[in-house]
């Protein structure tokens, strides 16, 4: 199992389901640091456009990157559909081997939990390290992680979010949520029901999460060469703690 399975079923609901839970809350955060730096951003697991585009519409020269072809293909067709802002290009790749020449951006950002989805410790190693390559000296790496992922609560089966589509369509996820400790993952089986008349469709996958802390990813980051500059607990720049509403861990490449 690696943490990108399941994400090409995901990209038909992903959009559905962000409006209903993180929505846009977030953007302001990632644009004002976004615009603060003096080149272009790369943004890892960049899905389907939804930091990277409103940050490019903001006038932020950007570049997005994600393995899964459904993700990317529903941010192209957003991104051919804006009419204003700066350059944004949609690459897809694997953030482990970041395709990308030295040096190249002065700032990375990792929104809302992706870097929870490399479920093996060399997959993370791996991504930080081509992280800090690709960082101009100087430049600065923000991510974000799900906030106490590790005590999420198990459940079966259980109706989370119900809705409609812009077409009328009705549409419920039900959900599982499990915990596997020995391996430290947090494991989503989601079943999103689509109902039209008559018509039912169901649509199964599984989700899977690294359930690491705010410290434990604060230590990855030294690791790979990056100083921790800041720990925050929510998106206005508050400080951290693990009862916070965001889990967001900002470091920095040495200039020198």
């Not at 072809?69 to 081997?97: C, K, N, S, T």
């Not at 395709?99 to 989805?117: D, K, N, R, T, W």
């Not at 060399?122 to 081509?130: K, S």
Request: hydrophobic share 40%.
């Amino acid at each position: 199992m690696e943490g990108w399975h399941g994400w090409d079923d995901y990209a038909p609901f992903y959009d559905w389901e962000n409006a209903q839970t993180v929505q846009r809350r977030d953007i302001p955060f990632w644009r004002q640091r976004a615009l603060a730096s003096p080149g272009p951003v790369l943004e890892l697991g960049c899905g389907t456009g939804r930091v990277t585009l409103p940050l490019a519409r903001a006038g932020v020269t950007m570049v997005g990157i994600d393995r899964s072809a459904e993700m990317l293909a529903r941010g192209v067709r957003r991104l051919r559909r804006r009419r204003a802002g700066a350059p944004a290009h949609l690459v897809r790749g694997d953030i482990r081997h970041l395709p990308f020449p030295a040096e190249s951006f002065p700032l990375v950002i990792a929104p809302y939990g992706i870097l929870q989805s490399l479920l093996r410790e060399d997959d993370l190693v791996a991504t930080l390290d081509a992280v800090a390559r690709v960082l101009t000296r100087g430049g600065a790496f923000g991510l974000e992680l799900v906030a106490d992922l590790p005590s999420w609560k198990e459940y079966s089966k259980r109706p989370s979010l119900r809705g409609r589509r812009p077409n009328g369509t009705r549409i419920a996820l039900i959900e599982t949520v499990r915990q596997d400790r020995a391996q430290k993952l947090t494991i989503f089986e989601q079943e999103f029901v689509e109902r039209r008349g008559r018509d039912v469709r169901r649509k199964r996958f599984t989700l899977s999460f690294r359930t690491l802390t705010v410290h434990q990813m604060a230590q990855r980051l030294e690791q790979a060469g990056l100083t921790v500059t800041a720990l925050l607990g929510d998106y206005r720049g508050g400080p951290w703690d693990e009862r916070a509403d965001a889990w967001i861990v900002l470091a920095q490449k040495a200039a020198r």
